[in-house]
């Protein structure tokens, strides 16, 4: 009992220091904000003063965004471009086509009146209606916009100075750090909501490269898209973008572009109109740790060339090869695909830099440097979804399954199909679920494998045949890594692509 009692003691001390050192970091904040909380108030009550404190600070710099588009042309029924003009004419008088209107946030990020917001709150609007804290309605013209991160710029005119926010640095925050959202949900102006950041980083499965969310669980709904998430120094830390919800309202799971990224483009915005980006030229994948055992590297980092887009790319003009790996950038190491793309595209176009990287030799993996100039990444380089790929031939008895994979040899017709003449492989001709490449994505989110590529090596060694293959894939086992390289029909270029291809044998 008395160790217990000393227990609780201690227990009970530790508690009041906690409670000691939240309310001490409460008055903090409202000293900044010139609130000075009373020492006979509570915790909650004091967190409530510095929520309140924040949301005044903030409130009068963000704005509602209502964003006005034509609906959809709707043909009569009957008609066929065959029938009269005047039949058409008469039928849209009486069902003429209803404006669509769209909801959203923003904040004024300057004095002059420009105000960042989502892109998608925006597009294909004809007529942009920007809501002041004060009350008054401005019409906004677009400055420019950048499909990559979903943000565009506004701006309207005022005859005196707007109130504005200034952007913190996302890069400082921590899991745990309370965070404010403010913005209109559901139309629903002037609303504000606590909670933490929940995490940082996050990917989700609508986020392009540029997008590394920060996840936060304050309410976020349909409308405070573009609203801003702020600190508790009311600094822009995030711009509310994206929800995880299965009803269309929130499920405390909100994602803010950090205020890094943000800047940035509007700065860019602010300069050029629109977002200016370096260029590679180059398909990447991202080395993991079975390319790391096959190919003998210290550590799994670095970013693999699997195609090269054009020769008169900075990849292509460089010299730069399928399989070759770039580990450097700059004097800064590439941790992966993601990282490096992030380094070109955070480089100037027309900058001249330096790159090192590994090629293949035999046995040997030689080190290599090389100089290029970065071009401008074009508007969208996303891939496209392989919707026109043929399906390979049905799998028949007696085909081999190494890997969960049903592969048969290359006939000269497919050969001929891939410009592999003269060359071996595997054509893969089904994948079975529970196989252990069937859930493996590359760094851009698509299937590693798909049916109808063609693998050529397996773990350094040529595939010459099935039995060749199958005779490599036997003597492996659980825990092992397998690196493919693999050849795949691209039909955006109607060519082929070269793909690396890893997993581990489970």
């Known amino acids: 009992m008395s160790n217990m009692r000393g227990n609780n003691s201690r227990s009970s001390q530790s508690f009041r220091l906690i409670q000691f050192s939240l309310a001490l970091a409460i008055v903090s904040a ?36 209502d964003a006005k588009s034509s609906g959809p042309e709707i043909a009569a029924k009957g008609t066929t471009p065959d029938d009269s003009d005047d039949a058409l004419e008469l ?53 420019g916009s950048d499909d990559e991160t979903d943000i565009a710029v506004l701006k309207v005119d005022f005859d005196k100075p707007l109130p504005f926010l200034k952007f913190g640095d996302s890069d400082k925050t921590e899991v745990g750090d309370w965070v404010l959202a403010l913005g209109s949900p559901f139309g629903l102006e002037k609303t504000v909501t ?20 920060i996840q936060t669980d304050a309410a976020i709904n349909q409308g405070n898209s573009g609203g801003p998430l702020v600190n508790m120094d009311g600094e822009v830390i995030g711009v509310n973008s994206q ?11 909100g994602f803010a572009l950090p205020s890094t990224a943000t800047s940035y483009v509007y700065r860019q915005i602010r300069e050029n109109g629109h ?3 370096g260029y590679l030229g180059a398909g990447l994948d991202s080395v993991k740790a079975e390319y790391a055992k096959v190919y003998g590297l210290a550590d799994a980092n670095g970013a693999i060339i699997v195609s090269v887009r054009d020769k008169q790319s900075a990849a292509g003009i460089a010299g730069l090869q399928p399989g070759d790996v770039i580990v450097s950038f700059n004097g800064k190491p590439v941790v992966n695909a993601v990282d490096l793309i992030a380094k070109v595209a955070g480089t100037a176009p027309d900058e001249t830099v330096s790159i090192e990287y590994l090629r293949e030799n035999g046995q040997q993996m030689d080190r290599k ?16 979804d392989d919707v026109n790929r043929d399906k390979p031939p049905a799998s028949t008895p007696g085909d081999e399954k190494p890997f969960g994979l049903t592969l048969t040899e290359l006939t000269p017709t497919i050969a001929a199909s891939y410009k592999l003449d003269g060359k071996s492989g595997l ?23 798909n049916e109808g590529d063609v693998i050529q090596r397996i773990n350094r060694k040529d595939v010459t045949d099935l039995r060749s293959f199958s005779e490599i894939a036997g003597k ?6 397998v690196v493919l390289q693999v050849t795949a029909y691209d039909p955006r270029t109607k060519s082929s692509i070269f793909k690396i291809v890893q997993f581990t044998i489970r």
């Open 476 to 481: 492996l086992k659980p825990g092992d890594p």
């Open 369 to 384: 440097s090389a100089k290029l100039k970065l071009q401008e990444r074009p508007a969208s380089t996303r891939p496209m």
């Open 275 to 277: 977002v200016r980006r």
């Open 91 to 143: 039928f849209r008088r009486q069902f003429p086509a209803r404006p669509v209107y769209a909801v959203g946030s923003g904040f004024i990020v300057d004095p002059s009146g420009y105000i960042i917001t989502n892109k998608h709150v925006i597009a294909r609007a004809s007529r942009i209606t920007v809501r002041l804290d004060s009350g008054e309605e401005l019409i906004a013209k677009v400055v």
């Open 30 to 65: 409202g000293t900044i904000f010139g609130q000075v909380t009373s020492p006979t108030m509570s915790v909650t009550e004091r967190l409530s003063a510095s929520f309140a404190s924040v949301a005044k600070s903030v409130e009068p710099a963000v704005v509602s965004i």
């Open 427 to 449: 054509l893969v001709k089904e994948i079975s679920p529970q196989s252990d490449v069937a859930d493996i994505r590359t760094s851009t989110g698509e299937a590693a494998l």
């Open 243 to 253: 929800i995880a919800t299965s009803n269309g309202g929130s499920s405390g799971i």
């Open 194 to 213: 606590a909670g933490i950041i929940s995490q940082k980083g996050r990917e989700t499965p609508y986020s392009s490269v540029f997008q590394k969310f």
